[in-house]
């Protein structure tokens, strides 16, 4: 029930769409920016309604002496942890969903799909699904950013970085229609995110070691995957390779597309950025797994 909201106006905005905007793998940016605007405000009503519920009916949580002395209270507690379900159902659809997107094109195409008119039908296919669910990932990215903006998160400095620069590739994808395979490698990063919210909001509670504990092993082995691997694969098809082996090419054809070539390159150094920040993550993790450094309460 709680992803309902999200599956069936997806669903609605898919099959609104005619077979010719999938064959030019282009579509209407009004129609992806306002689709966009109304998933952030539907975000937004879930949160809030969801922070209004637990206030009335979640009443005998217990916050870590930690997170007291960090200066978290209930309702601080309460507005991250509405933040956090909405992450949480998001996530459940977005990462799955682009994940198979990701592995579909690259089983059928040794060729990396960034644009697609001109990269073939199986590159085509590719952007209009990247861009189909990247309205989905758009809209998430701007809810996360809103929600830095009006104080209900307050993260560490390398979270903002994340949400920062996935909000711009988010943000630039859309206009300019770009991304294509890496974009549903990237979107595919927050299949992890559903344990880590799971962790994230548990962690602040007394009492609850072991759903801490199953949930944080469950988030580093998917993140591992997703993440510094699979993202990795990504970023050496669609921006390491062709530069590397001499196929830039493509991006020429891009260009040519009438496509801004500052935001091209700004993208793909965008990419590099996210990737960096991965394997960041990954040290982090491997870290704590090892004992090397401590785990936060």
Known sequence: MAGSFLVLPLLAYYVGFSD?????CDQPLLMRVGFSGCLV???WMFA????????????TFQLTQRCKDAGETSETFLKQAALNLVSFCVNCILGPL???????????SSVPSFYGTREGIESCATMYTA????CLFLSYATFQTLALLVGWEKPAIATYVHHIIFFLL??????Y?????IGL??????????PLMVMLTFRRLVGHERTVGISSKVFAIIFMIVRPVLFTFAWWRSVARPFLLGDAEVYDRIVQENRPHIALRVMLALYTLGLILQWFWAKEIVAMATGKKKKKA
Request: net charge neutral.
């Open 131 to 134: 861009s189909t669910v990247g």
């Open 170 to 175: 988010a943000v630039m994808g859309t206009y």
């Open 98 to 108: 682009t994940l198979w997107g990701a592995l579909a094109h690259v089983s059928r």
């Open 20 to 24: 010719d905007m999938e064959a030019t």
């Open 177 to 181: 229609n770009l991304g294509g395979e």
């Open 48 to 59: 809030i309604v969801a922070r209004s519920v637990m206030k009335s009916r979640w009443t």
């Open 41 to 43: 405000a539907a975000y």
């Open 185 to 194: 490698f990237a979107m595919a990063q927050e299949a992890s995110t559903p």
